[in-house]
Nanobody, 117 residues
Framework: QVQLVESGGGLVQAGGSLRLSCAASTNIFRIYFMGWYRQAPGKQRELVAGIISGYSTKYADSVKGRFAVSRDTGKNTVYLQMNNLTPEDTAVYYC???????????WGQGTQVTVSS
């Protein structure tokens, strides 16, 4: 069972920045997907950003140009740098990894990000 430990959430004012970290208990070098989803109250969980096959990145349109996903294979950690945050970014952010395109994958426990106006 892969364990994912997230950190870095918190309360920030609009326009501010946060960096989320997700440390995996497994070697992420050959992981198919590693990234972040978020879920706001009353909304479905949505993809925020992720790294596919170690080099390709995918972003939600709403975060392009503001968020950046990266990974450190030596630390088995994926990061989400979030800049120019808005209240619409308020949500619980979940780390997610998948071994393949069809595997259900694993989820972290979630970390709350709250952006005040």
């Amino acid at each position: 069972q892969v364990q994912l430990v997230e950190s870095g959430g918190g309360l920030v004012q609009a326009g501010g920045s946060l960096r989320l970290s997700c440390a995996a208990s497994t070697n992420i070098f050959r992981i198919y997907f590693m990234g972040w989803y978020r879920q706001a109250p009353g909304k479905q969980r949505e993809l925020v950003a992720g790294i596919i096959s170690g080099y390709s990145t995918k972003y939600a349109d709403s975060v392009k140009g503001r968020f950046a996903v990266s990974r450190d294979t030596g630390k088995n950690t994926v990061y989400l740098q979030m800049n120019n945050l808005t209240p619409e970014d308020t949500a619980v952010y979940y780390c997610h990894v998948r071994d393949s395109q069809v595997s259900p994958g694993h989820w972290g426990q979630g970390t709350q990000v709250t952006v005040s106006s």
